[in-house]
């Protein structure tokens, strides 16, 4: 059974940061073809925030998020971090961790495993 545990959220003040990681057990996330990021303001629907995959660690990041979130992930560790800094209040949301096997599921960001999820606040 694949568990994702997200930890590291919290509350920060607008230009803060904060760094999100998210444990892997089970299949290690070694084996993962991609890991992302998640996130759902309350009212709002879900949305794609940054996705790391493949051997090489090729990343990809919402438009929203270029230049202030940084992907990245730790084979060692089965552990995946998502640095975010220049928070905005818009950010606000509660924060997904999220797993794939599959390349078509990348493409699509129909991820087969999450995580519970870690509230992050920002205030203005």
């Known amino acids: 059974q694949v568990q994702l545990v997200e930890s590291g959220g919290g509350l920060v003040q607008a230009g803060g940061s904060l760094r999100l990681s998210c444990a892997a057990s089970?299949?290690?996330?070694?084996?993962?073809?991609?890991m992302a990021w998640f996130r759902q303001a309350p009212g709002k629907e879900r949305e794609f925030v940054a996705a790391i995959r493949g051997s090489a660690g090729n990343t990809v990041y919402a438009d929203s998020v270029k230049g202030r979130f940084t992907i990245s992930r730790d084979h060692a560790k089965n552990t995946v971090y998502l640095q975010m800094y220049s928070l905005k209040p818009e950010d606000t949301a509660v924060y997904y961790c999220?797993?794939?096997?599959?390349?078509?599921?990348?493409?699509?960001?129909?991820?087969?495993?999450w995580g519970q999820g870690t509230q992050v606040t920002v205030s203005s």
């Open positions: 089970g299949r290690t996330s070694s084996n993962y073809y991609a």
């Open positions: 999220a797993a794939t096997y599959s390349l078509t599921n990348y493409y699509t960001r129909n991820y087969d495993y």
